[in-house]
């Protein structure tokens, strides 16, 4: 399995090798070794996630409270998805700029999104499969969004689509908005958080 860094620093992109024969298939989406790799340090698991989207959802953008975050490893067993991730941490180098890549169960990619990180996808097909490991427990609370519709992010999202959103996503505040609420994570702390998991280890 080969991996690749994103254009956002802390979120990384899996290629794992499929296995087809006259049964079907196999693939391994999710290998340790190539994780501690790309990461520095293992994958924790609090949550394993898995949601299912008519063509045009589109779930996010969503983050969480950082330290401790809720990574997120991420791929796609049915369907196909436009998945990406948003630098939301004040003070990174990289902030506002995203990256997206497709997911779907022919090649069976896989992403990795670090604690901090903005998360969303688009929903290419109907009955579209999300599974994703979270590095913690769903903690409502410390869960919060941006719209993914902030002309400022100007996010790739099909133009063939017509958007599905749930109320919760697209009442979220714009970018800016979040900014001047102080909704967003923290560049340092979340490198401190990263630097406190890659010595553990
Ligand atoms: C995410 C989540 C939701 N729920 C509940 C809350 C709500 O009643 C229902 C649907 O929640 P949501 O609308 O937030 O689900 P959804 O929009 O699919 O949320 C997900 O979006 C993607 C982009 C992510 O990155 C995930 O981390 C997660 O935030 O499920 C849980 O009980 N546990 C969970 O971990």
Redo the contacts with the bound molecule.
Sequence with gaps: MQFRRLRVPDAYEFSPRAFPDDRGLFVAPFQDDVFRAAAGHPLRLG?A?H?VSRRGTI??L?FADTPPG?A?YIYCPRGSLLDVVVDLRVGSPTFGQWDAVVLDSREFRAMYLAEGLG???AALEDDTVMSYF?SEP?NPTG?HGITPLDPTLALPWPTDIEPVL?D??RNAPTLAEAVDRGLLPVYADCVAYYDKLRSAN
């Design positions: 949550q996630n949601s779930r996010g969503h809720q997120k998360h969303g996808f979270c769903y869960e749930s919760k996503d």
